[in-house]
């Protein structure tokens, strides 16, 4: 019996030595319902948000920017309407008119606009209108866009989006190349909050599996877009949720 019990706390010390060594990724995950049931929008919204994942990602799509449409201000503000307050609504516009229309997303209920380097003209005035009217402010990179168009806009954003799929479509394969932007990224940003500048996040979108999530976060990648992986026939949100929190386990 006693000998048992010794055997016992030896196991448990070498548990609780794995359990010291393993570290735990530090990831907002935000839902992308691309690849959601989008017949039944607000269902597919409150699956996530039952889940506890209270930032949702809203892929704006006009089918000139990008070769698909999805939806614009009315399903936001209808989203809006059906779901709890504290949700926070990310609005990626995948759009060539930002500059015109960015006013409709915030007054539909976004409370964060994420917008296109490669589609914006005067892109510090269109980030300056949307912190003025009450939003926060991403910008966003394409796969082919080099770090050097945004580092003048650096100190002005709250979020960068660095593109690891060519936007228009969910369930798309990972970029792995974008790694060498995201790692100069996170050194411009580390070096910017050392003098007293904002903290910026990086936020990856596409391709994000529980291969490749714990991954993104050693490069510096906080916020991390999940669609297919979250929204699939292989399981519900919940349970490709606790597959992701598992691999971030690391
Ligand atoms: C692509 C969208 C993504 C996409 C992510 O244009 O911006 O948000 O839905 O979906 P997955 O995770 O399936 O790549
Ligand atoms: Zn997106």
Redesign the pocket.
């Known amino acids: 019996m006693r000998l048992c019990a010794a055997k016992n706390t030896v196991f448990c010390t070498m548990l609780l030595r794995i359990r010291d060594l393993a570290r735990i990724v530090h990831m907002i995950i935000a839902p992308?319902i691309?690849?959601a049931d989008l017949s039944n929008l607000a269902e597919s919204c409150k699956e996530a948000v039952d889940a506890r994942l209270d930032r949702l990602?809203l892929?704006v799509m006009d089918g000139n920017f990008?070769p698909n449409m999805t939806f614009g201000p009315p399903v936001i503000k209808s989203l809006r309407n059906a779901l709890p307050d504290h949700v926070i609504f990310d609005a990626?516009l995948?759009i060539t008119n930002a500059e015109d229309c960015y006013m409709d997303y915030i007054d539909a209920g976004c409370n964060h606009l994420s917008v296109h380097v490669e589609a914006a003209t005067h892109l510090h005035r269109l980030v300056t209108a949307i912190r003025d009217a009450g939003a926060t402010v991403g910008v966003v990179l394409n796969p082919a866009t080099s770090l050097d168009a945004i580092t003048e806009i650096l100190p002005e954003i709250d979020l960068v989006l660095v593109m690891s799929?060519n936007?228009?479509?969910?369930?798309?394969s990972f970029i792995l190349s974008v790694e060498g932007k995201i790692r100069r990224l996170k050194s411009l940003i580390d070096e910017q909050v050392e003098n007293g500048g904002r903290p910026v996040q990086i936020q990856i979108?596409?391709?994000?599996k529980a291969h490749n999530i714990a991954t993104v976060g050693e490069w510096g990648v906080s916020n991390c877009?999940?669609?297919?992986?979250l929204f699939n026939d292989k399981g519900t949100v919940k349970e490709n949720l606790a597959i992701l929190q598992t691999a971030l386990e690391v």
């Open positions: 992308s691309l690849t990602h892929d990008v990626h995948m799929v936007p228009g479509f969910g369930g798309q979108d596409g391709g994000i877009v999940v669609g297919s992986g």
